[in-house]
């Protein structure tokens, strides 16, 4: 179970740990004050920014914008980013464990950044190992509602290697 394995560790930033993407996602929410509009800063973040709405607590929030340099990008495909309004994540489990913390960070009002490793069922290559930081952050729209930003940045994304008719795995993310 995904839930069981996934790891969860806490970053905090600044830091000569924390990823460029994160430190500039955090300095962009300091200077917007979390208000995602039609500025060229929020333009230029919105290329890693993925853009999660929370409709009820019970349910996974769906996605309403996923930026092409954005893990969900790298990790399900540009193709699959930009048609995934109103979708949820392939891995339905995967998704479930990492969005857990989406209604605390609206709830304190405060970005909250981890290192995820976690297993993930993906829907082409099959069973995937994904590490990355992300940076969840309170935002809402200059028109109105409250929504969760997350930045991310890909540490690696290795597909299993004993997967039957699969001969070419992914390859660590060249950063």
């Not at 109103?86 to 950044?113: H, R």
């Not at 995937?128 to 200059?142: D, E, G, H, M, T």
């Not at 940045?153 to 795995?169: C, R, T, W």
């Amino acid at each position: 179970m995904t839930k069981d394995v996934i790891t969860l560790a806490p970053i905090i930033l600044p830091s000569d740990k924390a990823d460029i993407l994160l430190t500039q996602g955090l300095e962009w929410w300091q200077n917007s004050g979390g208000i995602i509009g039609r500025d060229q800063a929020t333009t230029r973040i919105l290329e890693n920014l993925q853009i999660s709405v929370i409709q009820r607590e019970d349910r996974i929030p769906p996605l309403i914008h996923a930026g092409n340099t954005s893990v969900t990008a790298q990790v399900f495909g540009h193709n699959w980013a930009e048609t995934c309004t109103g979708s949820t994540l392939p891995d339905a489990e995967f998704d479930l464990a990492v969005t857990e913390s989406y209604i605390k960070v609206l709830e304190d009002n405060k970005p909250v950044a981890h290192e995820v490793v976690a297993p993930l069922v993906h829907p082409v290559k099959g069973n995937c190992l994904v590490s990355y930081q992300r940076l969840l952050l309170p935002c809402r729209f200059k028109s109105g509602g409250n929504v969760i930003g997350s930045i991310t940045s890909l540490k690696s994304f290795y597909v299993e290697q004993d997967i039957p008719n699969h001969d070419a795995p992914s390859t660590p993310a060249n950063r």
